[in-house]
């Protein structure tokens, strides 16, 4: 009896562990994505600004909606991992809960991936349109 103790204590050790390192993950990533949608709620305030000034905001604003768009996409997946991992509730679904899990942000990830590589076209763009209003 006291071996099936130890191994009831481990498998409910290891739920826990498992839950929690993905809530863990998941409280990372909503900071990620947190911090990209004031970055893109910047940018859209500065795009903004250079249009009402004549500028061409086509590109920047294209990538502004694109990036809006993966942001809005890594939130679900992140969304769908957190109750993943907050489903795991036993031994019986702690592998395929934490491997569901981390698919979904992985998936995220990819999406944040893509965010930042629309910001970048965008401040790419900023700081050459910028700079260029800025001195003339």
């Known amino acids: 009896?006291?071996?099936?103790?130890v191994d009831q204590q481990t498998a409910t050790l290891r739920v826990n562990m498992r839950r929690d390192a993905g809530i863990i993950?998941?409280?990372k990533l909503d900071?990620?994505?947190?911090?990209?949608?004031?970055?893109?709620?910047?940018?859209?305030?500065?795009?903004?600004?250079l249009k009402?000034?004549?500028?061409?905001?086509?590109?920047?604003?294209?990538?502004l909606a694109d990036m809006k768009a993966h942001i809005d996409t890594a939130t679900q997946y992140a969304a769908t991992a957190r109750?993943?991992?907050q489903g795991i509730t036993s031994a019986d679904n702690v592998d395929s809960g934490f491997r569901e899990g981390y698919r979904?942000?992985?998936?995220?990830?990819?999406?944040?991936?893509?965010?930042?590589?629309?910001l970048k076209v965008a401040y790419l763009w900023y700081l050459h349109t910028g700079a260029a209003t800025a001195t003339a």
């Open 83 to 85: 109750a993943a991992f």
């Open 104 to 118: 979904q942000i992985g998936l995220a990830d990819h999406e944040m991936d893509k965010v930042y590589d629309d």
């Open 31 to 49: 900071g990620r994505i947190a911090t990209a949608r004031g970055v893109w709620d910047q940018m859209t305030t500065k795009v903004a600004s």
């Open 1 to 5: 009896t006291i071996m099936d103790q």
């Open 52 to 63: 009402a000034q004549g500028s061409d905001t086509t590109l920047p604003e294209q990538k």
């Open 25 to 27: 993950a998941c409280d």
